[in-house]
C-alpha cells in the first residue's frame, strides 16, 4: 500500500511538470543505455516563412520534396507557434526555453542596439555542452550584434553569419546604395565567421550567396563531427526581404523570387539531409524544421502567406506566428504523425534536456516538455495554454481551442499590396477590442464569440492576469515579478561612485521623459553610472529639451571638481550636449561660471559611447549650491532618418568631489 501511494504520488509530481510516464521512461531507457550514443540535434530555423510557404503545408507552386520527405518521416505540427511574431524576441525563446518577456529581448535589435541576450541565461547550446556537445550556429544570430553577445560567447563553438537581420544594411529595396531615408543610416552589413567580419553583403546577389554559403559550413559541421554528439543551429536568413537566391533556383519557381528562396531552403535541407546519411548519423539525429514567425505581408509576392490564417509577422492573429514544424528522428518518434496540439519553439530546451539528460536551467522557464506528443501518446496534451505577447504586451491568451484577444492596436495588410515589387506597402492601422475565437472551428479568426462564452472570457482574463503579474503588460501598464535583465554593454567606469551630492538636494529645471525617468529626481545623484544601454534604468532622458540641474550640498564645502556623463548613440536619436556650463554659488542667487570644462571621450565605438564634461580647474572653492546645463541639439540634424524630430539627451550621474 505504501508503494502504491509513493508510485501515485511520483505520477501526480510528473504530470504537474508536464511529463507522462511512458516519456520518462522512454527518456531513461535511452540515457542509461549506454551502447546507444546521444542523439545529434538540428534545428533548421527559417526566417519570416508562412504557414502556407511548403508544399506539406498546403503551399502551391513551391516544391518542397525534401521538406515534404521531412514531413512523411516525422511529427507533423498544425498548431506550433513561435513565441513572438518578431525576429530577435523569438530566437531569444527559442534558444531560452522562454516567453522573450522573462529575458527582456524584446522586438528586432537594430544596428544601434547596445543589448543582447544575458550570459546569464542557460541556452540550448550551453546547456547541451554540459553532456558533451560540440555546438555550431550558421546563418542569422540577432541576439546582439557586439563581440559580447555573439554566439561564441553564448555557448557555441563555431559561428559564420550575419549578426541581425539581412535588410539592415545602407541599401534600397531594389537593391543600390540609399544615400538618404532611415536606411541610409545603417552600417555595412558583414559577414561574420567566429567573431570576426569576413566580407561585406554589398547588393542582391551577395544576398544570393547567403543559403548557399550557410549550407556549405554546416555540412562541413555535420562531417567534422559525426563521430560524437553535436547541435547545429542552421538559422537562415531567407525568406526574410531582400530576397536572395542563387543562379541554381533563380526563375524556378512559377511563383517568383519568394517561391525560387524557398526552393532553394529546401534544397539547403537536401543537403543536410545527404551529409547526415552519408556520415551513417541521420537514424540518430533528431531534426527540427520551423520558422522564427510568420510572413511578412506588406512585402505582397515577396512576402509569403499565412493561408488561412489572419494577418501575418507583427500580429497575434495565428499568421503572425503559428508555423511549419516538423519534428524527425527514425527509430524513436513515429512516422508520418499529424498533431493539432499545442506547442512552442519554447519547449524545445526542455524536451531536449529530456532526451538527452541535461539539467535544465535553474531559473524559471516557460517551455514543457513535448516527448508525449512526440512518441504520440494517447490523450498527450502538455502544453494546455500559450500567451500571445508582443513588445512587453500582452494581446491574447489561448487555453485549449479558445482563443482571447485583448484590446490593442496592429497594422492589417488585409486587401493592400505595393505598389511596387520588393517595395513594401502601408498598412492599415487597426484595433481589436476584446474577442473571442474557437480556433478549432474558425483557425482564421473571423467570428467573435465573446458574447455566447462570457464565462470563457472571465476564465481566460484571469489567465491573463496571471501571465500580467508574472512577466508584465505594457497594455495595463503592470511591470512582472519575474522579468529578468538582457545582456548589457559594461563601461569601463566603476558602476558605483563616491559622490558628495549622494542624500542631497537636486532641482529639475526641465523634467526627464516619462519614458526614461531612470529612478526618480535623485537619479542624477544616486552614485549610479550607467552602462552602454540607455534603457537601463540608470540613465535619464530629455526628448528636445535642455537639462538644467541645481544642487544643494546643505552647506559650504571645498570643492575640487565636478562632472556629469552624456549618452550618445545617434542611431537612436541621442546626442551628446552641445555644450556643458557649471555655475557655483553660496545663496543660489548669484552664480559664477567656472571657466574650464573639458570633455572625456569614452566611447565603445564609433556608433555609442559616453562622453564625460567635467571642470578642469586646480580648485573650485568652498561653495554650497552647483549648477550643471547641458545644451541639448534640439532637432535631429539633416542627413539623419530622423531628422527634423526632437533629438534626446542622456545623463547619468552629477559627481561632485
Known amino acids: 500500500m505504501k508503494m502504491n501511494n509513493s508510485s501515485n504520488t511520483k505520477n501526480t509530481l510528473l504530470k504537474a511538470a508536464g511529463i507522462s510516464t511512458l516519456a520518462l521512461n522512454a527518456t531513461l531507457a535511452f540515457s542509461q543505455n549506454t551502447n546507444q550514443a546521444k542523439p545529434n540535434v538540428v534545428i533548421i530555423f527559417c526566417d519570416d516563412m508562412g504557414y502556407n510557404d511548403v508544399a506539406c503545408y498546403g503551399g502551391k507552386g513551391v516544391n518542397t520534396p525534401n521538406i515534404d520527405s521531412l514531413c512523411a518521416q516525422g511529427v507533423?505540427?498544425?498548431?506550433?507557434?513561435?513565441?513572438?511574431?518578431?525576429?530577435?524576441?523569438?530566437?531569444?525563446?527559442?534558444?531560452?526555453?522562454?516567453?522573450?518577456?522573462?529575458?527582456?529581448?524584446?522586438?528586432?535589435?537594430?544596428?544601434?542596439a547596445t543589448i543582447g541576450i544575458s550570459d546569464e541565461e542557460l541556452t540550448i547550446p550551453k546547456m547541451l555542452k554540459t553532456v558533451g556537445y560540440a555546438t555550431g550556429a550558421f546563418g542569422k544570430w540577432h541576439l546582439g550584434h557586439h563581440k559580447e553577445f555573439l554566439p561564441l560567447q553564448r555557448g557555441f563553438d563555431e559561428y559564420l553569419g550575419l549578426p541581425y537581420s539581412n535588410d539592415m544594411w545602407p541599401v534600397d529595396f531594389d537593391g543600390k546604395p540609399i544615400t538618404d531615408g532611415n536606411k541610409s543610416f545603417y552600417p555595412p552589413l558583414k559577414l561574420i565567421d567566429g567573431n570576426e567580419p569576413v566580407r561585406e553583403i554589398k547588393n542582391l546577389d551577395d544576398q544570393g550567396t547567403l543559403t548557399t554559403t550557410y549550407t556549405e559550413r554546416a555540412v562541413q559541421f555535420i562531417e567534422k563531427n559525426k563521430n560524437h554528439p553535436f547541435f547545429l543551429y542552421f538559422a537562415h536568413n531567407m525568406p526574410h526581404v531582400p530576397l536572395g537566391v542563387s543562379d541554381k533556383y533563380k526563375g524556378k519557381s512559377p511563383i517568383g523570387t519568394y517561391g525560387d528562396v524557398v526552393m532553394e531552403i529546401d534544397w539547403s535541407v537536401g543537403e543536410v539531409m545527404k551529409e547526415l546519411k552519408k556520415a551513417g548519423i541521420d537514424d540518430n539525429t533528431i531534426v527540427i524544421f520551423t520558422s522564427d514567425n510568420g510572413p511578412w505581408l506588406s512585402f505582397g509576392k515577396h512576402g509569403g502567406s499565412a493561408y488561412p490564417l489572419r494577418e501575418g509577422k507583427g500580429t497575434n492573429f495565428e499568421g503572425g506566428l503559428r508555423e511549419p514544424c516538423i519534428i524527425r528522428w527514425p527509430n524513436h518518434f513515429p512516422r508520418?504523425?499529424?498533431t493539432n496540439k499545442l506547442a512552442s519553439t519554447i519547449d524545445i530546451l526542455p524536451t531536449l534536456a529530456a532526451i538527452t539528460g541535461a539539467k535544465l536551467p535553474?531559473?524559471?522557464?516557460?517551455?514543457?516538455?513535448?516527448?508525449?506528443?512526440?512518441?504520440?501518446?494517447?490523450?498527450?496534451?502538455?502544453?494546455?495554454?500559450?500567451?500571445?505577447?508582443?513588445?512587453?504586451?500582452?494581446?491574447?491568451?489561448?487555453?485549449?481551442?479558445?482563443?482571447?484577444?485583448?484590446?490593442?492596436?496592429?497594422t492589417s495588410f488585409k486587401g493592400v499590396a505595393p505598389n511596387k515589387e520588393r517595395w513594401p506597402a502601408i498598412g492599415i492601422p487597426s484595433k481589436i477590442g476584446l474577442e473571442l475565437f474557437d480556433l478549432e472551428g474558425d483557425v482564421s479568426e473571423t467570428t467573435n464569440v465573446a458574447d455566447k462564452y462570457p464565462e470563457i472570457v472571465t476564465k481566460l482574463q484571469k489567465l491573463g492576469d496571471q501571465a500580467r503579474e508574472d512577466l508584465g503588460d505594457g497594455l495595463t501598464k503592470i511591470k512582472g515579478k519575474n522579468n529578468r535583465e538582457p545582456g548589457r554593454i559594461k563601461g569601463t567606469w566603476n558602476p558605483n561612485v563616491k559622490n558628495l551630492a549622494i542624500g542631497k538636494k537636486i532641482t529639475l529645471t526641465n523634467p526627464p521623459s516619462s519614458t526614461y525617468p531612470a529612478s526618480g529626481n535623485n537619479a542624477l545623484i544616486d552614485g549610479k553610472?550607467?552602462?552602454?544601454?540607455?534603457?537601463?534604468?540608470?540613465?535619464q532622458g530629455w526628448e528636445g529639451d535642455d537639462m538644467e540641474a541645481i544642487i544643494d550640498l546643505g552647506e559650504a564645502i571645498d570643492i575640487t571638481k565636478v562632472s556629469c556623463s552624456f549618452f550618445e548613440n545617434t542611431g537612436a536619436w541621442i546626442y551628446k550636449p552641445q555644450y556643458v556650463e557649471v555655475f557655483t554659488s553660496n545663496d543660489n542667487l548669484n552664480y559664477n561660471k567656472i571657466v574650464k570644462i573639458s570633455v572625456k571621450d569614452v566611447r565603445n565605438d564609433k556608433s555609442l559611447g559616453v562622453y564625460e564634461f567635467f571642470t578642469n580647474e586646480s580648485k573650485i572653492g568652498k561653495v554650497r549650491y552647483i549648477k550643471l546645463k547641458a545644451k541639448n541639439i534640439g532637432i535631429v540634424p539633416k542627413g539623419h532618418p530622423g531628422a527634423g524630430g526632437k533629438a534626446w539627451l542622456f545623463a547619468d550621474e552629477i559627481i561632485i568631489e
Open 362 to 410: 535553474t531559473k524559471k522557464i516557460d517551455g514543457v516538455n513535448i516527448l508525449p506528443l512526440l512518441n504520440n501518446e494517447k490523450n498527450a496534451n502538455p502544453r494546455n495554454e500559450f500567451y500571445y505577447y508582443y513588445g512587453g504586451q500582452l494581446q491574447g491568451v489561448r487555453q485549449g481551442k479558445w482563443k482571447l484577444h485583448f484590446p490593442h492596436s496592429y
Open 76 to 112: 507533423k505540427f498544425t498548431s506550433f507557434y513561435a513565441s513572438q511574431g518578431v525576429s530577435s524576441a523569438s530566437r531569444a525563446a527559442l534558444l531560452t526555453g522562454c516567453y522573450s518577456e522573462r529575458v527582456s529581448i524584446l522586438g528586432a535589435l537594430m544596428p544601434s
Open 529 to 539: 553610472r550607467g552602462t552602454y544601454d540607455y534603457n537601463d534604468g540608470i540613465w
Open 336 to 338: 508520418g504523425i499529424v
